[in-house]
């Protein structure tokens, strides 16, 4: 199944590469290298065009552009930070609900993210691509659960393979008849929108699935306009289309970008769907913030934001107990609970702006 279409070389591959372009230091470049001997690098074309060379506070690099901080493993961090390999039961699935699973089918992106949860099994050298043995296999797995209502289709980055062979998988996948959803996460329409061409959207849509798409973007300026045009060409189609974005220390923690992010997600036809707590992949505690610096934000976006902008902000419990929301609470009890199922217990409510009611009112 190694079939993936090669149509980014101009992508950034090399330390030295970045330093020839004035996007890192050449003064970093032995420490560059450690880190390029561990993981993956990638900077696309359309990618480079949005960093502001110079500057390694620029929210497009620190997502893009490697650091020495990524040489550091912070205590708690793993290779597996949620815990996928625990739930997998055939190569390429991890099945950790009752009515859906993962299904990586390729090791490879067109960006290698700074802070990926999956940096340690992505990126060249890494076997790229489930052999043909291992993905009838997988398609056996799901064949024999009659449970698993939807796929998702991760890795990796789905939309690296070629229309056609993206094709042949939708088809298989939705030929089979408890398969009801097709979900695919991707980050190729803001890191290589070009790649979202009309073969790729009618590769997306199968007869007996729905498709869905979870596009990944974590700042606003990640919408080139060759961005927004892909994702025209996406909800054109009627591809319904989810966010997910990951919150990061000095990319997107702060009130003011994360509105213009989940205003732009919803201005393109993008439903904010998740928000991510940093996984404790290696390398990345210098991107990631902290658990009431994320509630401290969702709380304040609740006044800022219509309903429809508001995303569901989400802990990956570390050793494969999956997500839990973990945004701020604005119930509390008030009351002693009452043993009698007719009558309501009383609450504490928090309004938008942070004033606390009781409901049920009491009488005047
Ligand atoms: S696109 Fe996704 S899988 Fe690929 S490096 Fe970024 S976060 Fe990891």
Not at 123 to 146: C, E, M, Q, V, W
Not at 191 to 206: D, F, G, H, I, Q
Not at 236 to 254: K, Y
Not at 312 to 332: F, M, N, R, T
Request: aromatic fraction near 6%; hydrophobic fraction near 40%; charged fraction near 20%.
């Amino acid at each position: 199944m190694n079939r993936i279409d090669p149509r980014l070389s101009a992508t950034l591959r090399q330390p030295a590469e970045l330093v020839a372009r004035g996007l890192a230091p050449a003064s970093a470049l032995a420490d560059l290298e450690q880190v390029a001997a561990r993981y993956a690098i990638a900077v696309t074309p359309e990618i480079a065009a949005l960093i502001e060379p110079g500057d390694p506070a620029d929210p497009i690099a620190r997502q893009f552009i490697p650091s020495a901080e990524e040489l550091v493993t912070a205590p708690g961090e793993s290779a597996d930070p949620i815990g996928d390999d625990v739930h997998s039961p055939v190569a390429g699935i991890v099945h950790r609900y009752p009515d859906r699973i993962l299904f990586k089918l390729v090791q490879v992106c067109a960006v290698y993210c700074r802070f990926c949860f999956r940096r340690e099994t992505v990126g060249p050298g890494k076997p790229n691509a489930l052999s043909d043995d291992a993905y009838r296999a997988a398609l056996d797995y799901i064949r024999a659960n009659d449970g698993i209502w939807e796929v998702i289709l991760t890795g990796g980055d789905p939309l690296m393979l070629s229309p056609r062979r993206l094709a042949e998988i939708m088809a298989d996948l939705a030929a089979i008849d408890h398969v009801k959803i097709i979900r695919i996460h991707t980050r190729v329409p803001v890191a290589a929108p070009a790649r979202v061409n009309s073969e790729m959207v009618a590769a997306l849509k199968a007869q007996g699935a729905t498709t869905w798409v979870a596009v990944h973007a974590n700042h606003p300026r990640e919408f080139s306009e060759a961005a927004r045009k892909a994702c025209a060409r996406l909800a054109d189609a009627g591809i319904p289309l989810v966010s997910q974005s990951v919150l990061l220390r000095g990319v997107n923690d702060d009130a003011a970008t994360l509105e213009s992010l989940l205003r732009t997600f919803v201005e393109l036809r993008i439903k904010p769907y998740y928000l991510h707590h940093g996984d404790l992949a290696p390398g990345t505690s210098h991107l990631r913030t902290t658990l009431a610096h994320g509630q401290k934000l969702i709380r304040g976006l609740r006044g800022r934001l219509s309903g429809l902008c508001q995303p569901e902000y989400v802990l990956d419990i570390p050793g494969g107990h999956g997500k839990a929301p973990v945004g701020p609470s604005y119930l509390s009890q008030a009351d002693s609970p009452q043993h009698d199922k007719l009558s309501e217990a009383r609450y504490r409510v928090v309004d938008y702006c942070g004033e606390i009611h009781v409901y049920p009112p009491r009488q005047s």
